[in-house]
């Protein structure tokens, strides 16, 4: 290889290969635009290969480029695990691991166990971020990711980690108001709460319709948490998670035995990256924390079997506010 070929050459282009722009690298490196403009020609220049397209929207790698981007991370990954080997005890954990993880797993669960996570892993300082969008391991959006749905294809190390079950809810005060609901049909009387059709960032919340196909929702956020609101609210029924929906005693499940739908969450990382002592120590804390909480996801059917009506068929059993009162 030309010997002008650094490890610091690298640097430039995966910053920016990440951002698609000089400017956004250059604030990430904390030097000028013209230090990662001349460091990215020199790059070119030194491989004999044009790497990006210029064009009015940025810095668009070309297919030798996107190439070349597999190399660059992948000596990337070695060289932090080098720098960690180099490094000992505690010191080995240390570093800033930017976690992405869907808005309810951070915001009504995951945070709860925050404490524990900063004494079991002091010198790691964590970046949790939950915004409605797919974050790209390989553009470093992110270190580690929880996601509702495996990558298709990749480098990547994915694992399933829980499974959840999501049921029909509505407040107290809405259903006490309404006609009991004995069947799917009777559910297209009722307004539904769920997500933005065009900004569902992951097949895994797309459910509306394994309740029934004729359900449109008449409200819609792209945030669990509103949606959450406008339930306990009485605006409407929602599909909700029953580590969320359990927490509020003035919800109630509709159609407890005939809807109860299974997502699941994958814990990912990069590949190259998965034994960082950094991005180990927070994959296994997480993977440890779910199994210990496994049965807070999955609502338990069994204990809820005496209050059920005897002889009832449970796709023909009617809805019926008190029978569900001591959750």
């Known amino acids: 290889m030309h010997p002008q070929f650094t490890w610091d050459d690298l640097q430039f282009f995966l910053a920016v290969a990440r951002t698609g722009h000089l400017s956004a690298a250059a604030r990430q490196l904390r030097t000028s635009h013209a230090t990662v403009s001349r460091r990215i020609d020199r790059l070119e220049f030194t491989l004999k290969v044009k790497l990006f ?16 981007v597999e190399t660059a991370e992948r000596i990337e990954g070695e060289t932090e695990r080098l720098q960690a080997d180099i490094s000992s005890g505690a010191t080995s954990q240390r570093g800033v691991v930017r976690l992405s993880a869907p ?9 709860e166990h925050l404490p524990a996570f900063v004494r079991q892993c002091p010198a790691v300082s ?16 992110a270190d580690v990711a929880v996601t509702l749905d495996p990558p298709k294809a990749g480098p990547y190390f994915a694992e399933k980690i829980l499974d959840y079950s999501l049921h029909v809810y509505g407040a107290r005060s809405y259903l006490a108001a309404k006609p009991p609901i004995s069947t799917r049909d009777d559910l297209l009387a009722h307004p539904f709460i769920g997500y933005i059709e065009d900004m569902i960032f992951a097949p895994g919340l797309d459910y509306l319709g394994d309740v029934h196909r004729g359900i449109k929702a008449a409200f819609q956020s792209s945030s669990i948490f509103a949606q959450l609101t406008a339930t306990r609210n009485g605006l409407g029924l929602c599909v909700l998670p029953h580590f969320i929906a359990a927490r509020y005693p003035e919800l109630e499940i509709v159609l407890p035995q005939t809807v109860d739908l ?19 120590s927070v994959i296994g804390y997480l993977g440890g924390m779910v199994r210990t909480n496994a049965p807070l996801f999955v609502r338990d059917r069994r204990a809820e079997a005496s209050t059920d ?5 449970p796709a023909d059993e009617p809805y019926r506010p008190p029978l569900l009162s001591h959750r």
């Open 126 to 141: 964590l970046e949790l971020v939950t915004i409605q969008q797919i974050m790209s391991l390989s553009r470093k959006e």
């Open 53 to 68: 397209e210029r064009n009015a929207r940025g810095y668009i790698l070309t297919q030798m480029g996107q190439r070349f």
């Open 103 to 111: 808005e309810g797993f951070s915001n009504f669960f995951f945070a």
């Open 309 to 313: 009506v005897p002889n009832a068929s």
């Open 262 to 280: 299974r997502r699941s969450y994958w814990l990912l990382c990069h590949r190259d990256m998965r034994d960082v002592p950094r991005i180990r």
